[in-house]
């Protein structure tokens, strides 16, 4: 079975132990809105990043499910300056 976007979004919240109520109250959003999402099968675009946030996933991963992405992590800029640095410190 293909597991899609609301699949991955119940599993989530069972895992976190929380219930629609409880996304709604931390999207800012009614009940009745979540239940459209559920009736449709799908999370409405404006609202993917705030969900991955709140969960602490990806916008991919809540897509796809796959958390597997190309970007550069945020610190490395930083790690990579602090490595350049220290080679010229030597």
């Known amino acids: 079975m293909t597991r ?7 599993k989530l919240i ?10 709604a ?3 800012d959003a009614s009940p009745q809105a979540l239940t459209g999402w559920w009736r449709r099968g799908e999370i409405p675009g404006s609202r ?14 809540l897509i796809n499910g796959d958390d597997e992405t190309d ?3 945020d610190k490395f800029e930083e790690i990579l300056q602090n490595l350049t640095q220290a080679q010229k410190d030597e």
Do not use: G
């Open 4 to 10: 899609t976007v609301i699949d991955r979004l119940d």
């Open 71 to 73: 970007e550069i992590p």
């Open 14 to 23: 069972h895992d976190r132990r929380w219930n629609k109520a409880d996304l």
């Open 25 to 27: 109250k931390a999207l």
């Open 48 to 61: 993917l990043a705030s969900v991955a946030k709140i969960f602490d996933v990806s916008v991919e991963f």
